[in-house]
């Protein structure tokens, strides 16, 4: 397959019923939702201070709202399908109420695709890559756009000690293969992104490669997604963990991904985030 080139980048990411432009980088806030340790979500003070929080990072110049229980974090205890509709299903439904806003949901599980897409998610970001039975189904079902994400191992044991004979080749073979399936089982290549799961079974060294080829690392006519926002690479590359450093390190590859043509950065700081992208696209102008 061929990598994707600068020049022949996915204009845009159709979801559901809306689309979002690709023409620069689409940013893409994360809206996590922590469990609740004595409800069963739901709660209209909870739900109301999500939303709060989505359309703020939407009024900083977000494109889309990732929303994720903390079901499909790494290293999280599995939930039933049941509790993570509780948490996510009710700021899906206000969300959509009050914005016309892309809405991207974190999960791997079809019950819960189906029922966000009939709540108005507009995609669906996998770190699973929708291996799981249904998932794939349930998301063509729904017309939605999937991000599918690369990861080596399971969360609670991906980190232990990965390995890879040639990190970049095998992801983008991977993320091949997953694009894909994709496409057999229906799906439009406007609605797929796709992603090398940055910390997700690797090393600092691999997830170095990686971002050194984030240009390169696509299938051919996909928008690629980085999601590296404050993570632990950071602050081990800089021999610091602290917030700054992890933050810095977020905004520096938000730079360089997007001269390097990238077409979705996930992140936490979307002000910022923002920022380094203007600065990006005005010195690729000139
Ligand atoms: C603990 C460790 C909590 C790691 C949260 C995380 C990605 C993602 C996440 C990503 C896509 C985080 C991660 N990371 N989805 N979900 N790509 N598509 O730092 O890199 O947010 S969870």
């Known amino acids: 397959m061929m990598p994707t080139r600068r020049n022949d980048r996915p204009v845009a990411l159709a979801g559901a019923s809306r689309r979002v432009s690709l023409a620069e980088p689409a940013v893409m806030g994360v809206l996590n939702i922590t469990p ?3 409800s069963d979500g739901g709660r209209y003070i909870e739900v109301e201070a999500a939303v709060e929080r989505a359309l703020a990072m939407v009024e900083q110049g977000a494109a889309i709202v990732d929303i994720g229980g903390e079901s499909t974090r790494p290293g999280a205890t599995p939930v039933s399908s049941q509790a993570e509709l509780a948490r996510v299903l009710p700021v899906v439904e206000a969300l959509r109420a ?15 695709i189906r029922a966000v897409c009939e709540s108005g998610a507009d995609m669906i970001n996998d770190i699973r890559g929708l291996s799981r039975p249904k998932a794939l189904e349930a998301v063509v079902a729904a017309d939605a756009a999937a991000c599918v994400m690369h990861m080596q191992g399971a969360p609670a044991n991906m980190q232990s000690a990965p ?3 040639d990190v970049v080749a095998e ?4 993320l091949a293969h997953r694009v894909a399936a994709c496409r057999a089982a229906g799906m439009a290549p406007e609605r797929i992104a796709v992603d090398p799961g940055f910390g997700f079974g690797k090393t600092l060294e691999h997830n170095l490669a990686l971002l050194r080829a984030i240009g390169e690392l696509g299938v051919e006519g996909h928008p690629v997604l980085m999601g590296v926002s404050r993570k632990s690479m950071f602050a081990r ?5 602290d917030m700054d450093a992890r933050i810095n390190g977020s905004l520096g590859a938000a730079f360089w991904a997007t001269l390097q043509g990238v077409g979705i950065i996930r992140c936490h700081d979307v002000r910022r985030t923002v920022q380094m992208v203007a600065l990006a696209r005005h010195l690729m102008q000139g």
């Open 36 to 38: 609740d340790s004595f």
């Open 98 to 112: 009050e914005s016309p806003v892309f809405i991207s949901v974190d999960t791997s599980n079809p019950e819960v």
């Open 163 to 165: 390995v890879y004979a």
């Open 171 to 174: 992801i983008r073979g991977y």
């Open 237 to 241: 590359l800089f021999g610091r963990d």
